[in-house]
């Protein structure tokens, strides 16, 4: 990345004290001239970006924090383990990119499209979702506890195991969208749209402990060989 664009970026970050740039500016120079392995880059506070498709990109444990990037495409990219937090992506693609385990924390989503993205246990508290499309998204065990939804597609996502306390889904389309009933009632009164069409997840049975042991249930199934010889 040519040095007049470093100058630009420090020069807005100097008009946004609240995020002065704290990224590494080799990171930000490897992105710049195409390179696709940025695991554990430090692009915090980044504001500006000249590459906009980051398509396929391994961010792996990277960090965003405090960063704003909108409208650009992170669609397949690798975001397992990063630091999102506090920055905002609005209006960003993330389809079919994998968030695992990321940091969201009070990052903004908002108008973000992000069909069939993996945030497998990601750390979505406070963050900000409205009309965003979540499309067949994996939100699996994921912890939404005062995120909003407002408005957001959630059609045939997967909620199983997330933790919805204090979220919003005012108006939030969950036709097909799998939720554990635990939260039923908590949405019930939120004015969802296909609120009849949700999956509403049963926990499983507990097995009691005796029917988990190796070889339970298998007495009746294989005969029992004699340990005294047979005389003939």
């Avoid at 992105?31 to 504001?47: C, I, M, Q, T, V």
């Avoid at 973000?112 to 499309?135: H, K, M, N, W, Y």
């Avoid at 933790?163 to 004015?191: C, H, M, P, T, Y």
């Amino acid at each position: 990345m040519s040095g007049w664009l470093v100058r630009r970026v420090l020069i807005v970050s100097l008009f946004l004290p609240s995020l002065a740039a704290a990224f590494n500016p080799a990171d930000v120079q490897r992105l710049e001239s195409g390179a696709n392995d940025l695991a554990r880059a430090d692009l915090s506070g980044l504001n500006v970006l000249n590459r906009r498709n980051l398509q396929g990109v391994d961010f792996t444990a990277a960090n965003f924090r405090d960063a704003r990037l909108w409208s650009y495409e992170f669609d397949r990219a690798k975001l397992e383990g990063a630091n999102l937090e506090n920055a905002s992506f609005h209006g960003s693609h993330f389809d079919m990119a994998v968030l695992k385990g990321a940091t969201v924390r009070n990052t903004d989503l908002s108008n973000a499209v992000c069909g069939a993205a993996d945030f497998t246990q990601a750390d979505l508290s406070r963050a900000r979702l409205v009309e965003a499309i979540l499309i067949r998204g994996n939100l699996k065990g994921a912890k939404l506890a005062g995120a909003d939804l407002t408005r957001a597609n959630l059609t045939h996502a997967d909620l199983t195991g997330a933790d919805l306390s204090g979220a919003v889904f005012q108006e939030a389309n969950g036709d097909g969208a799998k939720i554990d009933i635990r939260w039923q009632a908590a949405l019930q009164s939120q004015n969802m749209r296909n609120f009849d069409k949700i999956q509403w997840v049963h926990p499983a049975a507990v097995k009691p402990a005796d029917l988990a042991r190796p070889g339970a249930g298998k007495v009746d199934k294989e005969p029992l060989q004699p340990t005294v010889p047979v005389k003939k």
